[in-house]
């Protein structure tokens, strides 16, 4: 169902639910602004396209638009509201988020302190070289017994940490797998009730279009039975003119002028 105006459509859902909330059904323009009353959708499990090359033609006319268009990606993000500041709170991770948005590489690791490395040959003379590297060796020493504790604590508790663990992570993943079932089984009654919805609404549009058909078909039989019966009372008034009777019609239409007067 369309109206006759170009560029302007009336769905079907439209025109049902202004029959069922006394409403006007909405007319929208091809940008989408709606100009009253209320907006329903369109019918997808019942509409069809009467013809089959209008999607073609479309779809060639959003190319067509795409190819001539003159703005890139950047200037259409240019167009939108800024992004509001992210990470006020956290100095580094707003340091990373600048550097990410400038494109820059992540600098590489320094290695240097996990090195054992003895002063240099210029350098073994100088009390603070020796120092610094006396320094180096304990923190590695360090390191390397923290390294061995941990090992000896994950020998002794890690095997139930992570069986704990991996029971955590299946009732999550059965949690979260139920709460999906539940989506889809809410999606698909969904879509089975507007199915349902739909194809009772397209049989009754059906039958008021039948029915709108019929009537038209019915006035175009009357209007040529009217138009049959005005053309042969007018050949019968041209038979009675010429045989020199008067019309009957004439002398009603005196008689009730007489009887007015």
């Known amino acids: 169902l369309a109206s006759a105006t170009p560029g302007w459509s009336i769905s079907a859902s439209s025109v049902m639910a202004a029959q069922d909330t006394d409403m006007e059904p909405v007319a929208q323009e091809p940008g989408g602004e709606q100009t009253g009353g209320l907006l329903v959708d369109a019918l997808p499990y019942v509409d069809t396209l009467a013809n089959p090359g209008w999607k073609a033609q479309a779809d060639a006319l959003i190319q067509e638009e795409m190819a001539n268009t003159t703005k890139g990606p950047q200037q259409y993000l240019a167009e939108m509201p800024p992004v509001p500041p992210l990470f006020q709170n956290s100095a580094i991770l707003r340091q990373e988020y600048e550097r990410v948005a400038r494109g820059e590489r992540l600098p590489p690791m320094d290695v240097r302190r996990f090195e054992l490395e003895p002063p240099g040959l210029a350098e073994r003379n100088k009390p603070e070289a020796w120092k610094s590297a006396l320094e180096n060796a304990e923190a590695q020493l360090e390191h390397q017994s923290l390294r061995l504790l941990n090992l000896e604590l994950m020998l002794k508790y890690a095997p139930n940490a992570w069986r704990m663990h991996g029971q955590n992570l299946e009732a999550t993943d059965a949690r979260l797998q139920g709460l999906l079932d539940q989506c889809k089984e809410d999606i698909k009654k969904v879509?089975?009730?507007?199915?349902?919805?739909?194809?009772?609404?397209?049989?009754?549009?059906?039958?008021?279009?039948?029915?709108?058909?019929?009537?038209?078909?019915?006035?175009?039989?009357?209007?040529?039975?009217?138009?049959?019966l005005e053309q042969r009372n007018q050949d019968l008034r041209q038979q009675l003119k010429a045989n020199g009777i008067e019309d009957p019609k004439d002398g009603v239409g005196d008689g009730a002028t007489r009887v007015s007067a």
């Open 191 to 228: 879509n089975q009730e507007r199915k349902y919805e739909q194809t009772e609404i397209g049989i009754e549009l059906k039958r008021l279009e039948s029915r709108w058909q019929q009537l038209i078909h019915t006035s175009g039989d009357l209007e040529k039975a009217c138009k049959a």
